[in-house]
Protein backbone atom coordinates (compact mmCIF):
# COMPACT_ATOMS: atom_id res chain seq x y z
CA UNK A 1 0.00 0.00 0.00
CA UNK A 2 1.84 3.38 -1.21
CA UNK A 3 1.53 6.36 1.16
CA UNK A 4 -1.05 8.45 -0.63
CA UNK A 5 -3.28 5.27 -0.07
CA UNK A 6 -2.59 5.09 3.40
CA UNK A 7 -3.01 9.12 3.82
CA UNK A 8 -6.85 8.41 2.04
CA UNK A 9 -7.81 6.07 4.67
CA UNK A 10 -6.88 8.49 7.21
CA UNK A 11 -8.57 11.35 6.15
CA UNK A 12 -11.49 10.00 4.54
CA UNK A 13 -14.21 9.39 6.55
CA UNK A 14 -15.66 5.82 5.73
CA UNK A 15 -18.74 5.75 3.85
CA UNK A 16 -22.25 4.07 4.56
CA UNK A 17 -23.26 0.85 3.86
CA UNK A 18 -25.60 -0.05 0.82
CA UNK A 19 -29.10 -0.09 1.80
CA UNK A 20 -30.22 -3.42 2.79
CA UNK A 21 -33.55 -5.02 2.00
CA UNK A 22 -34.90 -7.17 4.96
CA UNK A 23 -38.64 -9.00 6.01
CA UNK A 24 -40.08 -8.79 9.23
CA UNK A 25 -41.91 -11.52 10.55
CA UNK A 26 -45.55 -10.58 11.32
CA UNK A 27 -49.25 -11.93 11.94
CA UNK A 28 -48.09 -14.61 9.29
CA UNK A 29 -47.06 -11.95 6.92
CA UNK A 30 -43.63 -10.69 5.47
CA UNK A 31 -42.86 -6.51 5.84
CA UNK A 32 -40.04 -5.73 3.64
CA UNK A 33 -38.09 -2.81 5.43
CA UNK A 34 -35.03 -0.78 4.00
CA UNK A 35 -31.78 -1.02 6.73
CA UNK A 36 -29.91 2.40 5.86
CA UNK A 37 -26.71 3.08 8.00
CA UNK A 38 -26.27 6.79 8.53
CA UNK A 39 -23.06 8.54 10.18
CA UNK A 40 -25.76 11.28 11.50
CA UNK A 41 -27.79 8.36 13.55
CA UNK A 42 -27.35 8.11 17.10
CA UNK A 43 -30.28 5.43 17.82
CA UNK A 44 -32.01 3.48 15.41
CA UNK A 45 -35.11 4.63 14.31
CA UNK A 46 -38.03 3.52 11.99
CA UNK A 47 -39.82 6.35 9.24
CA UNK A 48 -42.39 6.26 6.75
CA UNK A 49 -40.88 6.61 2.68
CA UNK A 50 -43.97 7.43 1.26
CA UNK A 51 -42.60 8.45 -2.29
CA UNK A 52 -40.68 4.93 -2.42
CA UNK A 53 -43.49 3.06 -0.63
CA UNK A 54 -41.30 1.97 2.11
CA UNK A 55 -40.53 1.82 5.81
CA UNK A 56 -37.41 2.85 6.19
CA UNK A 57 -34.99 1.64 9.39
CA UNK A 58 -31.97 3.92 9.81
CA UNK A 59 -29.09 2.96 12.27
CA UNK A 60 -25.90 4.46 13.62
CA UNK A 61 -22.42 2.97 11.87
CA UNK A 62 -21.29 1.30 14.78
CA UNK A 63 -24.55 0.02 16.01
CA UNK A 64 -24.86 -3.74 15.79
CA UNK A 65 -26.84 -5.02 13.37
CA UNK A 66 -28.52 -7.14 15.25
CA UNK A 67 -29.62 -4.57 17.48
CA UNK A 68 -30.99 -2.51 14.79
CA UNK A 69 -33.04 -5.53 13.46
CA UNK A 70 -34.48 -6.62 16.70
CA UNK A 71 -35.86 -3.18 17.38
CA UNK A 72 -37.48 -3.50 13.86
CA UNK A 73 -38.86 -6.71 15.05
CA UNK A 74 -40.39 -5.59 18.19
CA UNK A 75 -42.39 -2.57 16.14
CA UNK A 76 -43.56 -5.00 13.34
CA UNK A 77 -46.94 -4.15 14.30
CA UNK A 78 -46.32 -0.11 13.94
CA UNK A 79 -44.66 -1.11 10.07
CA UNK A 80 -47.54 -3.58 9.49
CA UNK A 81 -49.71 -0.51 10.22
CA UNK A 82 -48.11 1.87 8.23
CA UNK A 83 -47.48 0.28 5.30
CA UNK A 84 -51.35 -1.00 5.25
CA UNK A 85 -52.08 3.25 5.67
CA UNK A 86 -49.52 3.31 2.66
CA UNK A 87 -52.32 5.37 0.12
CA UNK A 88 -53.19 3.49 -3.19
CA UNK A 89 -50.98 4.05 -6.23
CA UNK A 90 -51.97 5.67 -8.86
CA UNK A 91 -51.13 4.89 -12.66
CA UNK A 92 -51.71 6.95 -15.49
CA UNK A 93 -54.21 4.94 -17.57
CA UNK A 94 -57.28 5.24 -20.03
CA UNK A 95 -60.47 6.09 -17.51
CA UNK A 96 -58.16 6.61 -14.42
CA UNK A 97 -59.08 9.99 -12.82
CA UNK A 98 -56.26 12.79 -11.92
CA UNK A 99 -56.65 16.46 -10.22
CA UNK A 100 -55.00 19.00 -12.18
CA UNK A 101 -54.57 22.20 -10.06
CA UNK A 102 -57.19 20.51 -7.41
CA UNK A 103 -59.80 19.73 -10.76
CA UNK A 104 -61.06 16.35 -11.01
CA UNK A 105 -59.89 15.26 -14.67
CA UNK A 106 -60.44 12.24 -16.54
CA UNK A 107 -57.62 10.48 -18.70
CA UNK A 108 -59.02 9.18 -22.22
CA UNK A 109 -56.79 7.30 -24.28
CA UNK A 110 -57.50 8.47 -28.01
CA UNK A 111 -55.66 5.56 -30.32
CA UNK A 112 -57.88 7.63 -33.59
CA UNK A 113 -55.40 9.78 -32.99
CA UNK A 114 -51.40 10.55 -33.06
CA UNK A 115 -49.10 11.64 -30.33
CA UNK A 116 -50.58 14.70 -28.58
CA UNK A 117 -52.09 15.57 -25.70
CA UNK A 118 -54.86 18.25 -24.88
CA UNK A 119 -58.20 19.01 -23.01
CA UNK A 120 -61.66 19.19 -23.19
CA UNK A 121 -63.92 20.54 -20.21
CA UNK A 122 -62.99 18.04 -17.58
CA UNK A 123 -61.13 15.11 -19.39
CA UNK A 124 -57.67 14.98 -21.08
CA UNK A 125 -57.18 13.23 -23.91
CA UNK A 126 -54.27 11.23 -24.85
CA UNK A 127 -53.09 10.59 -28.78
CA UNK A 128 -50.54 7.29 -29.90
CA UNK A 129 -50.51 3.83 -29.08
CA UNK A 130 -51.50 2.65 -25.02
CA UNK A 131 -48.24 1.42 -23.90
CA UNK A 132 -46.82 5.88 -24.57
CA UNK A 133 -49.58 7.46 -22.53
CA UNK A 134 -47.76 7.36 -19.21
CA UNK A 135 -44.42 9.39 -20.74
CA UNK A 136 -46.81 12.15 -22.63
CA UNK A 137 -49.31 12.76 -19.66
CA UNK A 138 -46.25 13.46 -17.76
CA UNK A 139 -44.85 15.74 -19.93
CA UNK A 140 -48.14 17.30 -20.65
CA UNK A 141 -48.77 17.84 -17.02
CA UNK A 142 -45.11 18.93 -16.17
CA UNK A 143 -45.41 21.34 -19.47
CA UNK A 144 -48.96 22.57 -17.49
CA UNK A 145 -47.19 22.87 -14.43
CA UNK A 146 -44.49 25.00 -15.51
CA UNK A 147 -47.44 27.33 -17.54
CA UNK A 148 -48.32 28.65 -13.93
CA UNK A 149 -45.04 28.20 -12.19
CA UNK A 150 -42.52 30.42 -14.01
CA UNK A 151 -44.53 33.67 -14.09
CA UNK A 152 -45.72 33.49 -10.23
CA UNK A 153 -42.55 32.80 -9.57
CA UNK A 154 -40.99 36.01 -11.49
CA UNK A 155 -43.83 38.06 -10.47
CA UNK A 156 -43.04 37.27 -6.36
CA UNK A 157 -39.39 37.92 -7.21
CA UNK A 158 -40.22 40.75 -8.76
CA UNK A 159 -41.77 41.59 -5.26
CA UNK A 160 -38.76 41.08 -2.98
CA UNK A 161 -36.59 42.60 -5.85
CA UNK A 162 -34.05 39.44 -6.12
CA UNK A 163 -32.96 37.78 -9.61
CA UNK A 164 -34.10 33.90 -10.42
CA UNK A 165 -31.16 32.58 -12.20
CA UNK A 166 -32.97 29.12 -12.98
CA UNK A 167 -36.54 27.57 -12.52
CA UNK A 168 -36.56 23.35 -12.51
CA UNK A 169 -39.06 20.67 -12.12
CA UNK A 170 -38.15 17.80 -11.43
CA UNK A 171 -39.55 14.40 -9.84
CA UNK A 172 -38.92 15.14 -6.57
CA UNK A 173 -39.77 13.10 -4.07
CA UNK A 174 -38.59 14.78 -0.59
CA UNK A 175 -39.60 17.90 -0.88
CA UNK A 176 -42.26 20.09 -2.66
CA UNK A 177 -39.41 22.95 -3.73
CA UNK A 178 -36.18 24.38 -2.57
CA UNK A 179 -34.07 27.72 -3.39
CA UNK A 180 -30.54 27.03 -3.79
CA UNK A 181 -27.63 29.79 -2.57
CA UNK A 182 -27.37 30.44 -6.48
CA UNK A 183 -30.74 31.58 -6.83
CA UNK A 184 -32.05 28.43 -8.65
CA UNK A 185 -35.39 27.51 -7.80
CA UNK A 186 -36.69 23.89 -8.25
CA UNK A 187 -39.93 22.60 -7.89
CA UNK A 188 -41.73 19.14 -7.73
CA UNK A 189 -44.10 18.46 -11.37
CA UNK A 190 -46.28 16.71 -9.06
CA UNK A 191 -47.48 20.34 -7.88
CA UNK A 192 -49.73 19.56 -11.10
CA UNK A 193 -52.32 17.85 -8.84
CA UNK A 194 -53.08 20.33 -6.10
CA UNK A 195 -54.94 23.10 -5.68
CA UNK A 196 -53.56 26.47 -7.24
CA UNK A 197 -53.37 28.49 -3.27
CA UNK A 198 -51.14 25.59 -2.66
CA UNK A 199 -48.83 26.11 -5.60
CA UNK A 200 -48.96 29.67 -4.38
CA UNK A 201 -47.86 29.08 -1.10
CA UNK A 202 -44.88 27.20 -2.22
CA UNK A 203 -43.83 29.61 -4.51
CA UNK A 204 -43.71 32.36 -2.23
CA UNK A 205 -41.83 30.53 0.18
CA UNK A 206 -39.55 29.72 -1.90
CA UNK A 207 -38.90 33.29 -3.45
CA UNK A 208 -39.02 34.57 0.48
CA UNK A 209 -35.83 31.74 0.71
CA UNK A 210 -34.05 34.15 -2.18
CA UNK A 211 -34.18 36.70 0.68
CA UNK A 212 -33.54 34.59 4.07
CA UNK A 213 -31.92 31.59 3.93
CA UNK A 214 -33.62 30.38 6.86
CA UNK A 215 -36.61 29.20 8.82
CA UNK A 216 -36.40 32.71 10.99
CA UNK A 217 -39.37 34.83 12.07
CA UNK A 218 -38.43 37.55 8.80
CA UNK A 219 -38.35 34.82 6.39
CA UNK A 220 -41.93 33.71 7.73
CA UNK A 221 -43.32 37.38 7.69
CA UNK A 222 -42.07 37.56 4.12
CA UNK A 223 -43.20 34.32 3.16
CA UNK A 224 -47.08 35.67 4.57
CA UNK A 225 -46.89 38.65 2.92
CA UNK A 226 -45.89 37.05 -0.82
CA UNK A 227 -48.47 34.52 -0.09
CA UNK A 228 -52.37 35.11 -1.54
CA UNK A 229 -53.89 33.79 0.85
CA UNK A 230 -53.29 33.05 4.80
CA UNK A 231 -50.10 29.97 4.48
CA UNK A 232 -52.12 27.69 7.39
CA UNK A 233 -54.55 26.51 5.02
CA UNK A 234 -52.20 25.53 1.94
CA UNK A 235 -49.98 23.99 5.04
CA UNK A 236 -52.42 21.97 6.69
CA UNK A 237 -54.02 20.76 2.87
CA UNK A 238 -49.69 19.35 2.31
CA UNK A 239 -49.71 17.68 5.20
CA UNK A 240 -53.19 15.76 4.58
CA UNK A 241 -52.57 15.27 0.97
CA UNK A 242 -48.73 15.45 0.30
CA UNK A 243 -48.69 11.31 0.85
CA UNK A 244 -51.84 10.84 -1.65
CA UNK A 245 -49.71 13.38 -4.48
CA UNK A 246 -46.82 11.36 -4.70
CA UNK A 247 -48.74 8.03 -6.30
CA UNK A 248 -50.18 9.70 -9.08
CA UNK A 249 -47.90 8.23 -12.09
CA UNK A 250 -46.97 5.64 -10.37
Same mark, same amino acid.
Given at each position: ?93 ? !??? +? =? /??? &??? @???? $???? %?? *? #? ?28 ? !??? +? =? /??? &??? @???? $???? %?? *? #? ?39 ? @? ?6 ? %? ?32
Amino acid at each position: MSLSDIVRRLVLPKAAPEPEQLTIAHAGDTLPVTFLRSPRARRASLRVDSARRRIVLTAPLRMARGTAVDFAHAQAGWIAARLKRLPDLKPFAD !GAE +V =P /LFG &APH @LIRH $RADR %RG *T #VWREGLEIHVAGRLEHLPRRLRDWLTAELK !GQL +V =P /LVH &AKA @LRVE $RPVK %RI *T #VRDSRSRWGSCGPDATLSFSWRLVFAPPEVLDYLVAHEVAH @LVHLNHGP %RFWALARTLCDVPIEGPQSWLKKNGEILLQYGG
